[in-house]
């Protein structure tokens, strides 16, 4: 059986359980982490009515269901992809951000797989970044999921200059810095913009 005729398969599966409420998939920890606690913090908390989720594929197609009362913006540059994406959603590399947003209009970005994985360039990634913080409204959050392997990090974190403009933050239960699985070394860290 070919990969594509496995992925369809896949979706077909995927989409056909999350709509009667039941979940086939075998989530790693950082997805669990992702969709059960920090998408239900976002779901309960009214300071997040405007999110934008920054890369879509077939296993976030049910992202827009979970959000039903906020408005929930996805972003990706695939147009294959745009299936899998909110009914507001945009076909457009993320380095392009403040082309669809104006400054202080967003109340999160969920930026989770990007970096390094599609995102690698130094310039697009601080270039990003930069368009992420003009587009958070002060005091709105960014959380920033990546996977701490050396073939999957394009540059360190505390060399990402547009980052120094974000305050590192706790974001509900959870601390800082969540290292949820030892398999990816997937971390996810919370900032938020501040006056300075």
Request: glycine share 6%; with cysteine; net charge neutral.
């Amino acid at each position: 059986m070919s990969m594509t005729l496995k992925k369809r398969i896949r979706v077909l599966l995927h989409r056909a359980t999350i709509a009667i409420g039941v979940d086939t998939r075998k989530l790693r920890p950082d997805r669990q982490l992702l969709e059960r606690t920090i998408f239900a913090q976002l779901q309960r908390d009214p300071a997040y009515q405007c999110i934008l989720f920054v890369g879509c594929d077939w296993y976030t197609l049910h992202y827009p269901s979970l959000f039903k009362t906020k408005r929930f913006v996805t972003l990706e540059l695939r147009p294959e992809c745009a299936k899998f994406g909110a009914k507001e959603h945009i076909i457009d590399s993320c380095t392009n951000v403040t082309a669809h947003f104006e400054a202080n209009s967003l109340d999160c970005v969920v930026f989770n797989g990007v970096f390094g994985f599609g995102l690698d360039d130094p310039s697009a990634i601080e270039r990003t970044l930069a368009g992420i913080h003009e587009s958070l409204r002060l005091g709105g959050l960014l959380i920033f999921g990546w996977n701490d392997l050396p073939d999957t990090v394009p540059l360190p974190l505390d060399d990402i200059v547009a980052l120094r403009d974000l305050t590192p933050c706790t974001f509900g239960d959870l601390p800082s810095v969540v290292h949820s699985s030892e398999v990816n070394r997937h971390r996810f860290h919370f900032y938020t913009k501040e006056n300075r």
